[in-house]
T-cell receptor
Framework: SAVISQKPSRDICQRGTSLTIQCQVD?????MFWYRQQPGQSLTLIAT?????????ESGFVIDKFPISRPNLTFSTLTVSNMSPEDSSIYLC??????????FGQGTRLTVV | GENVEQHPSTLSVQEGDSAVIKCTYS??????FPWYKQELGKRPQLIID?????GEKKDQRIAVTLNKTAKHFSLHITETQPEDSAVYFC?????????????FGAGTRLAVHP
């Protein structure tokens, strides 16, 4: 199993600003994942954070909007840049899942006003 | 890429009844099929999973069945209880990229009424 700490747990931000979300895992993992969960919706994969290389983004998500850092095997950050109200969502980091149990952080509830 | 479709979007049952949620996937190479439960305001948690080499798996009141030929898998909850009320997500890993990510279905909101 893996224990994931994510912060902040929630934030209210002004449009046009940026927010950086941090994710810390209690063990070393090769890949970390960032998901967005819009209100009442499913989990949509934003990108895979790879240690030592650039993140791999899914269709519809770009690095300029969602820059990701992965400085080591236990930590990653996701920045939501130049925010608009449409970015209001829950953002979750995760490890595992493709052939074993996925573990999720508690999520960051972002409200953009 | 992988497409995972989930039905129904909402399901309402009486306590003690059974609930069935169905998912279909598009990537025939997918080989791992988990189900996650998300209670209100909480993170998703795995409740059961199945691999492509078996057709059914049970864990107390929960079971998952897999039909590889038809590319669909189902979650079965028997003797439902109010605490089963939550949103349930199926998922599957696409073969492209070497199974290194998970694609989720749209979710089913299950309500169990006492």
């Amino acid at each position: 199993s893996a224990v994931i700490s994510q912060k902040p747990s929630r934030d209210i931000c002004q449009r046009g600003t940026s927010l950086t979300i941090q994710c810390q895992v209690d063990s070393q993992v090769t890949m970390m994942f960032w998901y967005r969960q819009q209100p009442g919706q499913s989990l949509t994969l934003i990108a895979t954070a790879n240690q030592g290389s650039e993140a791999t983004y899914e269709s519809g998500f770009v690095i300029d909007k969602f820059p990701i850092s992965r400085p080591n095997l236990t930590f990653s950050t996701l920045t939501v840049s130049n925010m608009s109200p449409e970015d209001s969502s829950i953002y979750l980091c995760s490890v595992g899942g493709s052939n074993t149990e996925a573990f999720f952080g508690q999520g960051t509830r972002l409200t953009v006003v | 890429g992988e497409n995972v479709e989930q039905h129904p979007s909402t399901l309402s049952v009486q306590e003690g009844d059974s609930a069935v949620i169905k998912c279909t996937y598009s990537d025939s190479a997918s080989n791992y099929f988990p189900w996650y439960k998300q209670e209100l305001g909480k993170r998703p948690q795995l409740i059961i999973d199945i691999r492509s080499n078996v057709g059914e798996k049970k864990d107390q009141r929960i079971a998952v069945t897999l039909n590889k030929t038809a590319k669909h898998f189902s979650l079965h909850i028997t003797e439902t209880q109010p605490e089963d009320s939550a949103v349930y997500f199926c998922a599957a890993p696409p073969f492209s990229g070497g199974y290194n990510k998970l694609i989720f279905g749209a979710g089913t909101r299950l309500a169990v009424h006492p």
